[in-house]
């Protein structure tokens, strides 16, 4: 069943104030991380709030006793707190979206598209986070399988895309793409990226794609680099199914990937549906920030000053 929820309506089910739990996704090969990451489990842990990790990374900063392995991390957490950047929360995502585990991102990276609070300042923010001054905005996702010879070999959630693209060799693919059963297209083309609004800042931005504000709910369907003058950009309703067929590419690598970090090697012939997702992810926003504000910013959309 897909989901009926609107993309960015705000979620008043989760209160901070209660939280008990807190599960921290950390980017640790990352410069300046662990050392954030342990004045964040010191902060939870004097306010009598768990800190957990996943067991490899909790054994790494040298605090075993706060690992938790595989799944019993985004369970038992009350909420999600993703360390790094961008990346880092899109993982975090595809943990914790399924769960309905509520997500905050600290942004120890670059760009910081995603993660709403900044390092400098990082505490000062969690406080305001945990005394309830933030909101929870639900985001779409994606949901893709594959079907070979009409058996599914694979499935994959993405909080930004699902990208079919090549590999290490250049030559043209042609994607026959249909939207519920009816043809769209059978033009020659690098990849093609299915995007949430969400992933509209992303890989689809950069491939020409618009940019779409995250409280439309809708799939954004972008070829790469066509060589047809006639491809764009097309904006389809939730509801509808995006499949894509692909054809024979001779001795050409296809792979499809979640969010540029799951990924499967497809073969001639397979068949790659992509719909809504039957969850939705839920951002934890600071107050006073908005969508709008961060394409000004990040984008850098008022110009020079």
């Avoid at 439309?216 to 369907?221: F, K, Q």
């Amino acid at each position: 069943m897909l989901s009926t929820g609107r993309a960015a309506e705000q979620d008043d089910r989760f209160d901070p104030t209660a939280v008990r739990c807190v599960g921290l996704i950390a980017a640790l090969h990352k410069r300046r991380v662990a050392s954030a990451v342990r004045e964040v489990v010191a902060w939870f842990e004097a306010r009598e709030v768990r800190p957990l990790l996943f067991a490899d990374q909790a054994r790494a900063l040298s605090l075993p006793h706060l690992g938790a392995a595989g799944s019993d991390l985004p369970d038992a957490a009350d909420m999600l707190l993703a360390m790094g950047g961008d990346g880092t929360f899109l993982a975090a995502a595809r943990v914790g979206a399924p769960r309905g585990k509520p997500i905050l991102g600290i942004n120890l990276g670059g760009f910081g598209f995603l993660a709403a609070v900044p390092q400098a300042g990082m505490l000062d923010s969690l406080a305001e986070v945990m005394a309830g001054r933030m909101r929870v905005e639900e985001r779409m996702m994606a949901a893709a399988r594959v079907l070979r010879l009409d058996a599914e070999v694979g499935s994959f959630i993405a909080l930004n895309d699902i990208v079919i693209g090549k590999g290490a060799f250049s030559r043209l693919l042609h994607f026959q793409t249909s939207i519920s059963g009816e043809p769209l297209s059978h033009f020659p083309a690098d990849g093609m990226i299915i995007a949430t609004p969400t992933g509209s800042t992303a890989y689809s931005l950069a491939a020409g794609g618009p940019v779409v504000s995250p409280a439309v709910r809708a799939l954004i369907i972008t070829p790469i680099c066509p060589h047809a003058l006639s491809a764009r950009t097309l904006v389809v309703p939730p509801e509808c199914v995006i499949e894509i067929t692909l054809p024979d590419p001779g001795e050409e690598e296809v792979i499809l990937t979640a969010d540029g970090q799951e990924g499967l090697a497809l073969r001639p012939g397979d068949r790659v549906e992509v719909r809504e997702a039957s969850f939705s992810a839920r951002l934890i926003c600071l107050e006073g920030t908005s969508f709008y504000a961060k394409l000004r910013g990040k984008l850098g959309w008022m110009g020079p000053r």
